[in-house]
């Protein structure tokens, strides 16, 4: 007999919710993929919020009270693992699973939208990237151990739809996830009025949510830091020191180091960058006040982290943290005519010069033809 179990909505979401989460996953090591990444991440988040409500809601085998959630049915499977009870919906392992997915997509979203708001100073939590700043790096780690334990129980899951095929092609497990049918003795599903309109609502947010915050510039990914203009702040900074070379902003080393630099500007870098003393002074003020350790940036806040306890350093390229960020960088990159050197930020920063690094704004220059 052939029964319908995983009705339209249902079979829609688990497409996005598969197709989203993985590109989410994939895009998330990439700077330059980062309003993807979390554009990907809300729209997630809606959709797990759809399903959790759905399992109140929705029809029969979609219901949490139709998964089997008892240990003992749980052991009863898995030791007759070969022979096992047919169930029209979840069987007790994938119960788990999916219960235990559902919870950690959930805590997945919610700690990615803090690391997005702590440590890029961007998106609805934007605020708490001042107040917490200092904790970036715990957020951080604590979304990637969601997401790395959501990869294995999606490895887990696709494995035993895999397990039932190969056991029992006759029930179409695999084929239900397309079509909604399975070949089982059970009474099929319809869906209510509500139970329609309430996925029509809840699955079409998700799409706009994902192509809102793609495409705007919205409370969803604004940045909270403004642009500097380093000319209104200090005049003689950029007069002086922009015109060799990229106006560094002062954020990206510390004040030990700033103040290193400042006080031997007759040797810098092989050249003589000295100034008058009223000129000087202003200008190691301006950038040890401004320094990494006043700023609540990311890359300021890494740049201090990597180079604790040698502060000796006086190049951003030689921190760790610069040297681990351009480590993929091929070195034959650098030496293109339109970048020369790797201290050469803005060719690839565009917006450096306005105390900004924003993933979206890094570009290699091609070479020119
Ligand atoms: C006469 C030219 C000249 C002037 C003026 C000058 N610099 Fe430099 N600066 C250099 C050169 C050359 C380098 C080495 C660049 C390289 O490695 O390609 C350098 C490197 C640097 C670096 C390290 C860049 C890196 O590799 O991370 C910093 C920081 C820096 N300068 C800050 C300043 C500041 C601040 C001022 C203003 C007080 C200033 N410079 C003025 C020529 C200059
Ligand atoms: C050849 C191009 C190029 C040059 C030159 C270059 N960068 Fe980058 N930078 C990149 C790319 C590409 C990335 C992104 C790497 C990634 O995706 O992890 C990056 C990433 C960064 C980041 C991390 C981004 C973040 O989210 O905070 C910082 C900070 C940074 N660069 C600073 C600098 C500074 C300062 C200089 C000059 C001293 C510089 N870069 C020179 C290409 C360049």
Not at 34 to 50: D, P
Not at 212 to 217: A, R, V
Not at 221 to 241: D, G, L, M, W
Not at 283 to 305: D, G, P, R, V, W
Request: net charge neutral; with cysteine.
């Amino acid at each position: 007999m052939r029964a319908y179990i995983w009705s339209l909505p249902t079979r829609v979401f688990h497409m996005m919710f598969a197709a989203f989460i993985l590109t989410a996953y994939f895009s998330g090591d990439e700077d330059k993929l980062s309003t993807l990444h979390v554009s990907f991440g809300y729209a997630i988040g809606i959709l797990v919020i759809y399903r959790i409500i759905w399992g109140f809601v929705g029809p029969s085998y979609s219901r949490f009270s139709d998964f089997s959630l008892h240990v003992k049915e749980l052991k009863e499977s898995v030791l007759n693992i070969f022979n096992h009870k047919k169930y029209a919906g979840h069987n007790p392992a994938a119960s788990f699973v999916m219960i235990t997915m559902f919870a950690v997509v959930l805590l997945t979203v919610i700690t990615g939208i803090l690391t997005y708001g702590i440590q890029e100073g961007r998106g609805i939590l934007s605020f708490l990237n001042t107040p917490y700043f200092k904790e970036m790096k715990l957020f951080k780690e604590i979304h990637e151990f969601f997401s790395t334990f959501l990869m294995v129980l999606v490895a887990l899951h696709v494995s035993g739809v895999i397990f039932e095929r190969v056991m029992d092609k006759e029930t179409d497990t695999l084929g239900s996830i397309v079509n909604g049918h399975k070949n089982i003795d059970a009474p099929s599903v319809t869906l209510n009025l509500f139970q329609k309109i309430f996925s029509l609502l809840a699955l079409g947010a998700a799409m706009d949510v994902l192509l809102y915050s793609l495409f705007f510039n919205s409370v969803l990914t604004r940045s909270h830091y403004s642009p500097i203009s380093y000319q209104k702040e200090n005049s003689a900074f950029v007069a002086e020191c922009g015109s060799c070379h990229t106006l560094y902003p002062p954020s990206l080393l510390p004040r030990a180091s700033w103040s290193k630099m400042m006080d031997n500007l007759e040797d810098h870098f092989g050249e003589d960058a000295s100034l008058d003393e009223a000129t000087r002074v202003s200008i190691k003020e301006y950038l040890m006040k401004n320094s990494a350790e006043s700023s609540t940036k990311e890359s300021a806040f890494y740049i201090l982290e990597s180079i604790k306890g040698n502060q000796d350093i006086i190049a951003i390229t030689q921190t760790p943290y610069w040297k681990k960020r351009h480590a993929e960088i091929d070195k034959s990159i650098f030496s293109r005519n339109e970048i020369k050197s790797k201290a050469n930020c803005k060719a690839c920063h565009s917006d450096i010069e306005k105390g900004m690094i924003e993933d979206m704004n890094i570009k290699i220059p091609k070479i020119k033809a």
